[in-house]
């Protein structure tokens, strides 16, 4: 639902680059280089993350997929989640473009300036480090997203209202 409140202040997404996303955790992308081959030299092999942190207190990877409906911007956003014991990993299938709404780790956000808002160019994926305030996945583009999280007998997510709510504009 994106009922628009007209006190909540706007944040236009930036690009998602590598550098500005690094404290919230990894872009996923086409990476420079050769790779390695594999399979008698008819594939290339790239390696993106070695850990992706999904093993705490007895946690074990989880590969989902997402079939999300394309958002409506500006978005309202009025609460983040977190995920404190395990990444969480979001990769399109196809050209989809996303955007991803994070704070930092730590003290739950209060306000529309806790928070950063990036949009992907429909080929990144990103994964978020264990703890990172985010909002729940807001496809630009309609369609499927594959997402690596931790699954375990206790659900890991923190819900946080915000006290300031933000609108989000696409970019």
Known sequence: MNDESPAAALRVAQPLTSKAFAPYGTVIG???GEGRPINGGNARRFDLLGDLQ??????????????????SFPHEVTEMERHALGSQTFVPLGERRFVIVVARAGDAPVSHRDLVAFV????????????TWHHALLAVDAGDFVVIERAAAAVDCDVCRLQEPARVAAG
């Open 30 to 32: 086409v990476p420079a």
């Open 54 to 71: 999904l093993h705490a207190d007895g946690g074990r990877p989880m590969l989902a997929l997402f079939r999300a409906q394309a958002r």
């Open 120 to 131: 992907t160019d429909g080929h990144q994926g990103v994964v978020l480090a264990p703890g």
